[in-house]
């Protein structure tokens, strides 16, 4: 669709919204940037995570959910550190946050992000499960990350305009094909913007800028797995689109990612299951 569909006045206003709208969590922030230093130890990342209670419990129920963990179970975040790593941990701490953010008092728009939690929240779990599967396993956690943020954008668009319409700035009335040109014409930009304000490193802002494009670097892997499982949780009819008859097999990232029809079954059956996990 063509940008020039959404009123540029509505345009300016949702790009002109603060960095600082509820996105992230500052305790999952804080533990993403001290990762990023590659300077820290195990009792600093536990103290941290632990600066929120709320959060901290959410982390230690997610941690201890199959979809993460298995049988092995964890009392506290320090013991989920030690047995699960740094950035797994802070993985969970930033789905947890995502989760709480995903949430509005506006009925309309609530729909909208419980519905964009849902594909975020599998596509993450679907790009772990790869990893896990396919050869990568070395490469999980930044998969499950990239493809938690891949549509983060979507997100702030959203928390924009339940500011604006609380402001009385913009009206309430919208429908879902304005919304969804909203979109498409503005959440690559507005994701890329989140992370690159917030730090988050390269790899990410690559997926998030290349996640719908028609040219892309097929030899970027994680690329190729974030664009693999948008697509299935698509078929699957995760989130907001659902188009059934997606041929996964034949798509260029199953080619690059060497996926055969097995591995797709059994990824499609991961993504029913998530779509009514508790989180």
Known sequence: ???????????????????????????????????????????????VANEDM??????????????????????????????????????????????????????????YMKALWQHSHGCALGARWVALNCGMRGTADENYLAALLHDVGKLYLLKSIERLVDAGVISSLFDD????????????????????????????????????????????????????????CRRMGLGLKHEPGLALIETQEARILGIGEFQIAELLELLEESRDAEV
């Not at 300016?12 to 990023?36: D, G, R, Y």
């Open 1 to 47: 669709m063509s940008t020039a569909i959404i009123p540029e006045t509505v345009r300016k206003l949702l790009a002109s919204q603060p960095i600082e709208l509820p996105i992230f969590h500052p305790v999952a922030l804080k533990l993403q940037q001290m990762l990023s230093t590659c300077d820290f130890t195990i009792d600093e990342v536990a103290l």
């Open 54 to 111: 709320a959060l901290a419990s959410q982390m230690l129920k997610m941690a201890n959910s199959p979809m993460y963990m298995g049988r092995t179970r964890v009392a506290t975040i320090k013991e989920a550190v030690i047995r699960l790593g740094a950035q797994s941990v802070t993985n969970i701490a930033l789905a947890a946050s995502q989760a709480t953010a995903h949430a509005s008092g506006n009925p309309a728009l609530d729909r």
């Open 177 to 232: 094909e304005l919304i969804m040109e909203i979109f498409e014409a503005m959440h690559v930009e507005q994701g890329l913007r989140l992370v690159q304000h917030w730090n988050f490193p390269g790899m990410y802002c690559d997926v998030i800028m290349s996640h719908h494009a028609e040219e892309w670097d097929a030899a970027n892997r994680m690329l190729a797995m974030v664009r693999f499982v948008n697509l299935a």
